[in-house]
């Protein structure tokens, strides 16, 4: 229920109920009262009463949750927490802060749990080892900030509330929830999906600009936008939540921004993503589980990455904080869609309490370009904003003098500022725009409806070699007019094989010529088995270079990894502007234009093979479901088309 009258905040501490203290704007602090729950999957979380009556619920969703999805963690048990709402009573903030407490809570021991050079040994084994041996694109490795803590837990949950919404700002929300034996307070700068009204939105940020001491610069902001590595890393957490949107939403989902998130301490870029669905947000929130930007791309494989490198569970780090209210929808038509609406924010920027210990877990995107002690630096910077806040660290006055004056907060006579929204600035401003002429106008602007397009009528299988990339290219195959299903490489049938139109054979991570590897050895299979029956096949990426391998082409590792990586090349006469993820790439002799029966598009100097094509088949090493492929859908096309040409035709 909802109430007009919230209890004081100090009565309520005292009370010893399970209660949520939430700010999701400038003015109000919503307060959110009533009993625990812990459930064992998303499905169960309990949108209902006994009677079928819907119910807010307010859940605590932990990393181990991936178990769903059949991806690795390390269990440490946490429990997937609901929080079944009874009372929802909302506060002006300055009535909240009024109350709050404004102590400092001690703190004993404090300091990182992996030492510096240690996490910096880290970031370059996963460079060399995962990224340099094609497991995935980019991968967040965390590492904890621990401190003892002796004063009350829910004394302290509600000081250090009090103090992010004095400290910190650009906050999606800022929250204390107090549960028994566990209490979480952070100020989250990120969305990871909300579902609303029928519209899903999902909101990836990368690129970490560390402001310097007095604050961020419009000058200094500049060169952080021009950084190839941050441009790059925020490209690939896009694609990895595009891959996301194109599972639930029936239109794919369209991508707004670039924008800038400004924090006290930090200032990210960002998107928006959004598209329709009707699922149930629970299903949503399961096969968006979880974002790339703290895990790393691809998802099951960042999963497994993480299981090696960090020491310990991860709790709810990465997980999601997801609010499910009941909607008040009226429409007649909402009947058969779903009950509640979605907002889950990522557990970043998040200080733990539990059984008298602090732990603020932070992590940085490593991508080929990462150098360590730069990645080092990050996790100190994004730590910095939550222990600035809560006294934990220094402050920095400087900057927060500045925006007060900025915001008109005081009138002091005093230099002017800088402008508080740097996105504000012209040159800023230009800066992000020109990112987008580099992007797929297929994800930027509106899609017409799928099922009209050049094949309509065929139909497709696409076989999904653990690289979700597939959900993007079966929406695009499906704007072709193709009828498409995705089916894991597991659970292909050969009669499926057979029978189906055309076939697309996936992308994947990993070593193609590893013949241990279960996976690679059905991608061999699957390939095989579609030329010698001499149906259409197009492979891509992984199994563009077993296609490869199997017309006699080496496969060799490249001497740079190209994750994220756009490159314009020449396929079959046409250039075409295309985004690359591979570690592993097919060669041919400098010059070659045909090996057998395939005709060969390479690079004249290297040999690299960019794309094949012969008798009922054709394959692509870049993704032309990127965002980075602006001549994607173009380049599509043209290969499907030839695929699909009778041989002799």
Known sequence: MTGTAPPSLRELAASGRPFALIARDDATV?????????????????????????????????????????????????????????EHTRMPRTEALAQLPAEQIPLTGAGFDIPDDDYADV?????????????????????????????????????????????????????????????????????????????????????????????ATAEALSEFLTSTKETEELFMVVDEELKMMS?????????????????????????????????????????????????????????????????????YYSGVAALFTPRADTDPGAADGPSHDLDAPILIRTAYLVDGRLRVPVGATLVRHSDPHGEVSETHGKAAGVLGAIGAVPRDR???????????????????????????????????????????????????????????????????????????????????????????????????????????????????????????????????????????????????????????IELAPLDRPHQGLQRTVDVFGEPASIGFYNTFTARVRPGATAVGDAEVSADPESGDVHALRGPGFASVQGHLESILSRDGMRTLERLVEHALTPVGA
């Open 30 to 86: 919503e307060v959110l009262m009533g009993d625990v729950v812990d459930v064992e999957l998303l499905g169960d979380i309990p949108l209902a009463d006994a009677s079928g009556t819907p119910r807010e619920v307010l859940a605590l969703v932990p990393f181990r949750q991936v178990r769903e999805r059949g991806f690795e963690c390390h269990d440490d048990a946490a429990p997937l927490r609901c929080l079944v709402v009874a």
């Open 247 to 315: 599972a639930v939403c029936s239109d794919g989902g369209r991508i707004t921004g670039p924008h800038l998130k400004e924090m006290s301490r930090l200032t990210h870029t960002e998107y928006v993503l959004r598209g329709r669905s009707r699922l149930d947000p629970r299903e949503i929130l399961r096969d968006t589980m979880f974002a790339p930007t703290v895990t790393g791309s691809p998802m099951q494989n960042a999963c497994t990455v993480i299981t090696r490198h960090e020491r310990t569970p991860r709790g």
């Open 123 to 215: 970031v370059r084994r996963v460079i060399a080892d995962e990224i340099g041996r094609g497991e995935g694109a980019n991968f967040v490795i965390r590492r904890d900030f621990t401190a003892g803590v002796a004063s009350d837990p829910v004394f302290a949950a509600l000081a250090w509330f009090r103090a992010l919404l004095e400290h910190e700002r650009g906050a999606y929300w800022t929250f204390a929830i107090v549960t028994p034996g566990h209490v979480a307070v952070g100020a989250s700068p990120e969305a990871h999906v909300s579902a609303k009204g029928g519209f899903v939105t999902m909101n990836p940020i990368s690129g970490t600009f560390r402001h310097p001491a007095g604050g």
């Open 398 to 552: 400087a900057a927060e003098l500045a925006a007060l004056r900025a915001e008109g907060a005081i009138d002091e006579d005093a230099p002017a500022p800088e402008p508080r929204r740097l996105a504000d600035d012209p040159a800023i401003a230009e800066l992000l725009r020109s990112r987008n002429a580099r992007l797929a106008p297929f994800w930027l602007n509106p899609q017409d409806a799928a099922g009209h397009g050049p094949f309509e009528g065929r139909d497709a299988i696409v076989v999904d070699a653990e690289d979700r990339f597939t959900t993007m290219l079966a929406h695009q195959l499906r704007h072709l007019g193709l009828d498409v299903r995705i089916v894991h490489w597991s659970e292909v049938a050969d009669e499926e094989l057979d029978e189906a139109g055309l076939v697309v054979s996936g992308p994947g991570p990993g070593d193609p010529r590893d013949p241990s590897n279960p996976r690679m050895k059905r991608m061999r299979e699957v390939v095989a088995r579609r030329r010698a029956s001499g149906r259409p096949l197009l492979a891509v990426c992984l199994s563009h270079q077993v296609l490869a391998d199997s017309l006699g």
